[in-house]
């Protein structure tokens, strides 16, 4: 080979085949990677899926807003063509992988990162000596290389929103909402903090997501200063004043007779709870004064206010936002805060529905 790429490598086997894995500067990555027309193949005369373009400036924006803290896991590639591995004499799984300029590298996972760091150069230069590992495999045709794409994705699993806004430490509002569930005992004993579905007999009745969700709906855009401190303060009442939360917390109930007889512990209650936050979170108004009032709501699962509120024909909890506006609105006429124009209008709504 008369011209070629080097690539300094770890030797590696996987099930009886050799692969290579490489650091590679990510100025190399438009080089390697060339746009292609691919996008216009059909999927099964592709290598993998099609690029979602909408994905792009998302990763892109996550390396430029963190440049001092970004990871990125190996991108996967196939060489179409000549190469060459020359072994180090003292130990052979580590050598220079010598790859013709005329072989292609096709990606088998890894597209969207690729692309978004070319985007994320164009923005910021000083990426370029930066690098990233690639782990390259010999192209032994299509069929091959869709079978690497779909071993490397089918198996990956996503991890819940909860566990997520968990680890995250740059999204403010995840740092807030796990800080309120630490400083509240009986959130943090009965919440979820991995979990976004809670099984029928799971020890937890909340899960972390629930509660970010609503966090997120109180505060909206004006996130100021003090927020966690309202925010501690706000469902502190909220837990102090919900009979059978407290019920529960004092042994007079069990959390299967809560599950099964009330609609307390629903997400779709705590969402509503998000609207009623809402409202304190923007109006100087002594909240204490009105929380204490949620005693007097009954949230048995069969209570006639419910339906078609919480609760369909067939039994089932309601979990849309229109569902988490009217048992907001009967927090809210309970606890004697007005309701807005939207909030009337679709009390109005249910009301012909059950009429009818």
Known sequence: ??????????????????????????KMLSKMFPVDDEEFVLPEYRAQRKLNEARIPIISR???????????????????????????????????????????????DGQHRKSAILKALREDPTLENETISIVFYSDQGLKRSQQIFTDLNKNAVKTSNSISELYDSRDEMAVITRNIIWNIEFLNTYTDKEKDILGKYSSSLFTLNTFYTANKYIVGRNQSNDCEGFLITYWTEVVNHMKQWQELQNHEITKIDLRENFIATQSIVIQAFGRVGNYFYNNEVNLEGYLEKIEKINWSRNAKQWYLRAVSKNGRIITNKKAAMLIANVIKSTIGIPLTQEENNAEESLKKTIEE
């Open 1 to 26: 080979m008369n011209f070629c790429y080097r690539f300094p490598v770890v030797r590696g086997i996987q099930a009886e085949t050799k692969y290579y894995i490489a650091m590679v500067p990510l």
């Open 62 to 108: 996550y390396i430029l807003d963190n440049r001092d803290s970004y990871v990125f896991s190996a991108l996967a590639a196939s060489i179409d063509g000549e190469f060459v591995y020359e072994e180090n004499e003292k130990n052979p799984d580590t050598g220079v992988l010598e790859v013709s300029m005329d072989a292609h590298f096709l990606i088998n």
